[in-house]
């Protein structure tokens, strides 16, 4: 089975710019990244279709990037313009296609995760 390992968390000051990475052991088609804050719901933030279109979550519009290296089975996330409330952990997720109706955002679309890394925003 696909493994993810998601890299380059840390602890950035409001204004900064971090950039995820997320190395997949095998060939992905979907994939996208969550973020999770104690107490809170798995968000969606970003995600990559089987047809290499984007997709973004509305708190992060115009400020990430999601991408991939196919060659080297890599998703990335450019994160720019960081607010504290981007403050949680990310994780990667993927799965080989969405359901007919299943939507982007929706956690139980995908099969596949990752341990998550942390992403710390101050004011």
């Known amino acids: 089975q696909v493994q993810l390992q998601e890299s380059g968390g840390g602890s950035v000051q409001s204004g900064g710019s971090l950039k995820l990475s997320c190395a997949a052991s095998?060939?992905?088609?979907?994939m996208a990244w969550f973020r999770q804050v104690p107490g809170k719901e798995r968000e969606g933030v970003a995600a990559?279709?089987?047809?290499?279109?984007?997709t973004y979550g509305d708190s992060v519009k115009g400020r990430f990037i999601i991408s991939q290296d196919n060659a080297k089975n890599t998703l990335y996330l450019q994160m720019n313009s960081l607010k504290p409330e981007d403050t949680a952990m990310y994780f990667c997720?993927?799965?080989?296609?969405?359901?007919?109706?299943?939507?982007?955002?929706?956690?139980?679309?995908?099969?596949?995760w990752g341990q998550g890394t942390q992403v710390t925003v101050s004011s």
């Open positions: 990559l279709d089987n047809d290499d279109i984007t």
């Open positions: 095998g060939d992905t088609r979907c």
């Open positions: 997720a993927a799965v080989k296609r969405l359901t007919p109706t299943g939507h982007w955002a929706d956690r139980y679309e995908y099969n596949l």
